[in-house]
Each structure stands twice: as structure tokens, then as C-alpha cells.
């Protein structure tokens, strides 16, 4: 197991305090993200998680760009994170809303080291962490919310994702300023996982300044709707 050295709690670095956009997009809440903060920049990038050039922007381009996300979702919903390397969305969306059940998935052993090291820093009771590729998990999980971040193209993500979410769940991909192309390119992958219905939401317009774009696959069926 690799080694990780635990964040120094009284060592805030400039990295690691909340900018002032934290604080007008998530009020109080920003100072939960605080610790996680610390180990991305420290243990993260000493593992190699995240690059070097990643301390200065941990904040605008990765935090946020999750924490955006994180009220949308629907209350007490089991959240299955798929190809989550650092953690990146399910573990900011768990220190956010410790109503939700978040399991963190990802198939390289430094990765899952650094979570289970990360959980028993946070405290994160309500966090789980599994070492698996997204496909070898069909048929064992069933998840409101199976969310994926710049890990795949849109339709091998509806392919791999679907049949992990329960009726009335959904897939919810975190993307770039390609997300409208992505939904169209994925046109045949929607019409063959016969979604119930596809959106294209944009989370923080108005705060940051790359909104966070989310395409959310819904499955037919009776599900969670609405965050808290």
C-alpha cells in the first residue's frame, strides 16, 4: 500500500483556504471542503492523482466545479461515483450532503489507497470505496444517481453507466463546453438505452466562471427527483 502522509490541520496554505467564490456559491458550507482541499493538494499530487499545476486551480477548476452540483441532488440518494480518481465529484457532493449514500469506484490501487486514507481523515461515515473498472460492477449495483466526471465520451458512458442505475435514476455526466455536441453525437446510444429522458443543465451560472455543465440520463421508472 502506498504511503500517504496525513494533511497537517494547521497548515492552511493559500491553496487551501476557500476563495470568496467559495464562499458566495456554498456560504459556510465551503469551509467543510477545507480538509479535502489539503489533501489534494499535498497527498494527491504527491501521488501523482492530480498534476503539479493543480494546487493553484484545486479550488475553481475541481471543488467547485462539483460543489456546483452538489444541491441539485435528489435527497437520501445512493450516488455510485464512477472513475472518481481523487474523489472528484462524489467525495465534495458526500462532505456536502452527508444525507447521501456515496460509493467512490475506481479500478487503480494508488487511487482507492488515497480514499480510504482520505475517508479516515474526513471522517466520512456515510463514504465507501470499491476498487473496480464501471463495467465489472453490472448487475451488483443499482444507484439513484451513477455519476461520471471527463472520464469517457457521453455514449460509452451511457453504455457502461445504465445498466447501473435503478428505474427512475439516473446518469449524471459532468462535462465540458462540449456537452450539447456530446448529447448529439450520443443520439444512437440514447435511442438503444431507452432513456425516459435526457437533460442539459449548466450548475453555477452567475458565480464561477465556467458554469458546470451536467447531462442527466434518466432511466423509466418511479425515482428521487429534486435536491435538498
Known sequence: MTELVSADAGDVSRETCPPAVAVDLLGPAADRLVP????????AIEGGLLGPRERDRLWERHLLNCAAVAAALPQGAEVVDVGTGAGLPGLVWALLRPDLRVTLVDPQLRRTDFLDHALTELGARSVQVRRARVQELAGEVAADIVAARALAPLDRLIEWCLPLVRPGGALWALKGESAAAEVTAA????????????????YGEGVLEQP???VEVWRPGAGREGGQ
Open 36 to 43: 479535502y482541499a489539503r489533501l489534494l493538494a499535498g497527498p
Open 187 to 202: 443520439a444512437g446510444a440514447l435511442q438503444r438505452g431507452g432513456v425516459a429522458r435526457t437533460a442539459l443543465s449548466a
Open 212 to 214: 458546470t455543465r451536467v
